[in-house]
């Protein structure tokens, strides 16, 4: 397939020289509006550099990001002067955006020592409990993870399979209870957990910095103008929110807010003054806040499988704030996260017809 060349199209050289590609040489970054996955250069920084040698030992390590970026056409009849990009975390081996914290929490941890002869002990709900329990798996770390009860059989099951320890909450104590659990039990014995703590961990926001906000740069060429996310530990909106920032303070970075009930798995509620807000969590970055009707979003997940995209709720949400930031601004190059794979909801009501 003919690929159109991005006029800025450039070769990365090692130890940062740029020259020119050659006529005729693949280029480094390429933005073909016609295509639907586009073909960038690695991006290099601290997380990448502690990923390579860690995966020099522990091949599978190497799979986390990169991930591809894709054309969403659901609005370019009525708005064709804005491009809407989605990055396809379900790419990752552990199916989800939490690959890139945590395995970059967990390996800032190996480097100092922090994490040597201990269990690697946090809190979640899903994405980040299967990504702690495949990465632990694969490192060969013993992993516990404090789940409220109610997490979906999909999940338990893949946390299990990995060999991780899961310790129950109960779900009518909320998702709350599992978070002052986890702080309990790291308390009580904090010569047995590393208590990795995705909430306060900036190597949450900067994985995502590094990774993702790299990758869209240059999958973009540059040419981004609005990244929606939403905030869950705030890691994804703070790090590329930062990242895209400093290549460019014009883009803007829009954030999509639910309300608490019945809410939406991954993402927090933010609108009520009691809400907790995550201490990684940067303010500062977010631009403008959108409010995000659940509804609208399991249809726009409905939506987006009917032209091949299978992602899960919270993405769905993402993809209607894509939409009124789309209708707000008229022209301009949006960028979201189809965060995990719809697979992962079979036993939520999100498919049910
Ligand atoms: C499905 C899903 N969507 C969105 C998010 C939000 O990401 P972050 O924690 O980076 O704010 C998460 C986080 O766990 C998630 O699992």
């Known amino acids: 397939m003919k690929r159109n060349r991005a006029p800025n199209a450039r070769l990365l050289m090692p130890r940062g020289r740029i020259r020119r590609a050659p006529e005729g040489a693949p280029p480094a970054a390429t933005i073909d509006p016609h295509s639907t996955h586009l073909v960038y250069a690695l991006p290099m920084g601290r997380f990448h550099d502690l990923q390579k040698k860690w995966a020099a030992r522990y091949p599978a390590l190497g799979l986390v990001g990169h991930t591809p970026l894709v054309r969403v056409d659901l609005f370019r009849e009525e708005l064709p ?66 789940v409220p009860d109610n997490a979906s059989l999909e999940r338990k099951k893949r946390i299990l399979a990995h060999g991780a320890e899961i310790f129950h909450t109960a779900a009518h104590d909320g998702y709350d209870e599992a978070l002052r659990e986890v702080r309990r039990q790291a308390e009580r014995e904090p010569e047995r957990f590393f208590f990795c703590d995705q909430y306060g961990n900036e190597h949450n926001w900067r994985a995502h910095m590094e990774s993702t906000a790299e990758e869209i740069w240059a999958q973009t060429g540059g040419r981004v103008t609005h990244f929606v996310a939403g905030v869950g530990t705030g890691g994804t909106i703070t790090g590329v929110g930062r990242g895209l920032k400093a290549k460019n303070p014009d883009v803007q970075v829009e954030c999509v807010v639910p309300d608490p009930f019945p809410g939406v798995e991954g993402l927090k509620p933010l609108k009520d003054p009691d809400d907790i807000v995550p201490a990684i969590l940067d303010k500062g970055v977010i631009d403008r806040m959108w409010d995000a009707d659940v509804d609208r979003g399991w249809e726009m997940s409905q939506r987006m499988a009917k032209v091949g995209l299978f992602g899960g709720q919270s993405s769905g949400c993402y993809m209607a704030g894509v939409y009124d930031v789309a209708k707000a601004i008229g022209k301009g190059v949006i960028v979201t996260m189809l965060n995990d794979v719809g697979e992962r909801y079979m036993s939520t009501r999100l498919w049910d017809r």
Do not use: C, H, Q
């Open 81 to 146: 002067d804005v491009e809407v990009y989605a990055k396809i975390e379900s790419f990752n081996p552990g199916g989800s955006l939490k690959d890139r914290p945590v395995l970059g929490m967990i390996l800032e941890a190996l480097e100092d020592g922090r994490l040597a002869g201990k269990t690697i002990l946090d809190s979640s709900s899903g994405n980040a409990a299967i990504a702690y329990a495949w990465i632990g798996s694969a490192l060969g770390v013993p992993v516990r993870l404090v």
